[in-house]
Structures are given as C-alpha cells and as structure tokens.
C-alpha cells in the first residue's frame, strides 16, 4: 500500500525557515517524481515545486523560486521541501505527493495527509 | 504562466450528468488531469491523460478535450460526488504545473 507520510508543519514567524518532510512507503521512492501543493486556508490549489524521480531535474513556481528548495533521499525514502524567507502568504495546508509515472510534471496518484504551515508573529 | 480557468460552482441533480470545464491555451498541447477534494482532505486523482481512470475511480468519471477546453463528465452523479474538482496541465513554457482555481460542485 502506497503511504505519504507528512511532518514539518508548524507556526514559524516571517522570514523564518522550516522544512517539511513526506517520508514514502509501498513503491520504489527513486522511480517516481514527486511533487508539493500547497492550499490557503479557504482557497484553492498551488503547485509549489516538483522534483523528478532521479532528483536531477527541479522546477518551482515563480512565487517561491530562490526561498524553498526541494529535494529528496533514497535511502531514507524521503522527500523534503526546505522553506526560506517564509511569508505570511506562505500559510497553506502543504501536501506532498507521487507522480503516476516516470514522466516529470506528471499527474499525482497519490497524496500526501498534508501539514499546516502558518506564518506569523 | 498560463492560466486555466473554471466556472466556480455547477449543480446537478442526483442521478444527471454534469460537465465541468477548464479552459486554457496549454490544454491543446498538454492533457489536463482532474482531482476531485472533499472538505478537509486530500485530493484524489480521476482523470489523467487522454481519458484514464485510476484504479477505483467509478467508470461515470469521464473526460475529454475540445480545442483549449478540457472536460470532465460524470454520467449519473452520485451524492458523493459533491465536492470541489480541479483541472490540472502544464503552462505553455511545459515546465511549469498551474491548476485551475477550481469548481464547486453540489449534487441536489
């Protein structure tokens, strides 16, 4: 059985740092890209950043290019989304989730549970 | 980034079929994918592709693309259907993801 496993989230003041961490159970982690969507209370879904299954190719969305960095580790079967210069507009449910294929940017199968991030002082 | 855009909310009688629709430019060069969210969980996967279901997706899940509208359909909808569905593709620069804002649908 497929699991994404989330932890991380937590109240962080702006221009603070956290990383947030999707630990991947049931498939062979290293043959699928992964990916973060994040969702602001109330409002729909963003794509934050994918990574692709070998971890050689990232892409991010304009809004948190140079301040989050994704990356992932096969031996511990974990992907990590590390947030920098957090803002208030940063605040969303993140998700993590798995590609259905080897094909970078492809479509999510499975879901993370999600984890709170709200920026604030 | 390109854009994709929805109609924020579409009712549907209990046992009709509704089309729910997401219009953009990146849709005629990349297949859009579906998810649908119930409130207060993850999204679940329906559509990707041409027209494929995931496992476990009922078969009244359908979709299809006309153009730069990309169309999901469910034929017979059902009270659990009610939920808010979003489309999916790549922009034009294919290197980035883009959702659209999302439609909220009521079953009656």
């Known amino acids: 059985e497929v699991q994404l496993l989330q932890s991380g989230g937590t109240l962080v003041q702006p221009g603070g740092s956290l990383r947030l961490s999707c630990a991947a159970s049931g498939f062979t982690f290293s043959n699928y890209g992964m990916t973060w969507v994040r969702q602001a209370p109330g409002k729909g879904l963003e794509w934050v950043s994918t990574?692709?299954?070998?971890?050689?190719?990232?892409y991010y969305a304009d809004s948190v290019k140079g301040r989050f960095t994704i990356s992932r580790d096969h031996s511990r079967n974990t992907l990590y989304l590390q947030m920098n210069s957090l803002r208030a507009e940063d605040t969303a449910i993140y998700f993590c989730?798995?590609?259905?294929?080897?094909?970078?940017?492809?479509?999510?199968?499975?879901w993370g549970q999600g984890t709170l991030v709200t920026v604030s002082s | 980034s390109s854009e994709l855009t929805q109609d924020p909310a579409v009712s549907v009688a209990l046992g009709q079929t509704v089309r729910i629709t997401c219009q953009g430019d990146s849709v005629r060069t990349h297949y859009a994918s579906w998810y649908q969210q119930r409130p207060g969980q993850a999204p679940i996967l329906v559509i990707y592709g041409k027209n494929n279901r995931p496992s476990g997706i009922p078969d009244r899940f359908s979709g299809s693309i006309s153009g730069s509208t990309a169309s999901l359909t469910i034929t017979g909808a059902q009270a659990e259907d009610e939920a808010d569905y979003y489309c999916?593709?790549?922009?034009?620069?294919?290197?980035?993801?883009?959702f659209g804002r999302g439609t909220k649908l009521t079953v009656l």
């Open positions: 989730a798995k590609a259905y294929t080897m094909t970078d940017l492809a479509p999510f199968d499975y």
């Open positions: 990574i692709s299954d070998t971890g050689g190719n990232t």
């Open positions: 999916n593709s790549r922009d034009s620069s294919g290197n980035h993801l883009v």
